[in-house]
């Protein structure tokens, strides 16, 4: 493992961007393969409840949404990422003069962190997934439109504090390879979220943000 470390850094230390994309890439893929587990296992227990008779087909990975996965790691996550988190270090450290690792430097990273790359990357995500699996923009819209916000609500309690550990403790230069880590988290509830489809509790969102948004209209 050391030895693996160590090549790691080597790398890294060569061609950021390059290691970058290629550790995004495969992380990502690893989080779809731990994600479909989850689906299996989410279908596995819906059967047993409506004694349905089991599918082989439930039970085999799904390879190509494997590599669509990782091709998104690599394509979007590794050299966004790479970019997003030395950019933000260098603008808040020489535009707005912030001491490095201070509460002030760390407490505006997470926030415009939370407040632009993290919808942001989700919408991406969830866009990027439904087009690779087939759907058409209204069914991609559809599908963005169910499940972004109560993705960005559930996953707006556990990402700043993650990203305040980050952007504390470690080094810029791991910063990417550390949220990738916990992405393989968040890989399990984006499948698990999928898997809810239209459940009230979905429904609950949309109404919510619904009703908001005609309140808006009818005060403007």
């Not at 790691?73 to 966004?80: E, K, L, S, Y």
């Not at 030395?86 to 707005?96: A, M, Q, V």
């Not at 080094?171 to 984006?190: A, E, G, I, K, T």
Request: one cysteine or more; charged letters at 20%.
């Amino acid at each position: 493992m050391l030895k693996i470390w160590r090549w790691y850094n080597n790398f890294l230390a060569v061609h950021p961007v390059k290691t970058q994309v290629i550790s995004s890439g495969l992380i990502w893929g690893v989080g779809d393969l731990a994600a479909q587990a989850v689906t299996r296992a989410t279908a596995a227990k819906k059967k047993r409840i409506s004694s349905l008779p089991e599918d082989n087909k439930d039970s085999r990975i799904n390879w190509r949404r494997v590599v669509t996965t990782c091709l998104f790691g690599m394509a979007f996550v590794g050299p966004i990422g790479h970019f997003w988190y030395e950019g933000l270090d260098r603008f808040l450290e020489y535009k707005l003069q912030y001491t490095p690792k201070s509460m002030q430097f760390v407490a505006t990273k997470v926030a415009l962190d939370g407040i632009i790359f993290g919808p942001v990357d989700l919408v991406m995500f969830l866009a990027y997934m439904g087009f690779a699996s087939g759907k058409n923009l209204r069914e991609v819209m559809e599908e963005v439109k169910r499940d972004f916000l109560p993705a960005l609500i559930v996953e707006g309690g556990m990402w700043p504090i993650v990203q305040m550990v980050n952007f504390r403790f470690v080094p810029v230069r791991y910063q990417l390879l550390y949220v990738n880590l916990f992405c393989l988290l968040d890989s399990c509830f984006l499948s698990w979220l999928e898997q809810q489809q239209d459940a009230a509790w979905k429904q609950w969102f949309k109404r919510f943000s619904f009703e908001r948004y005609r309140s808006r209209r009818r005060g403007g």
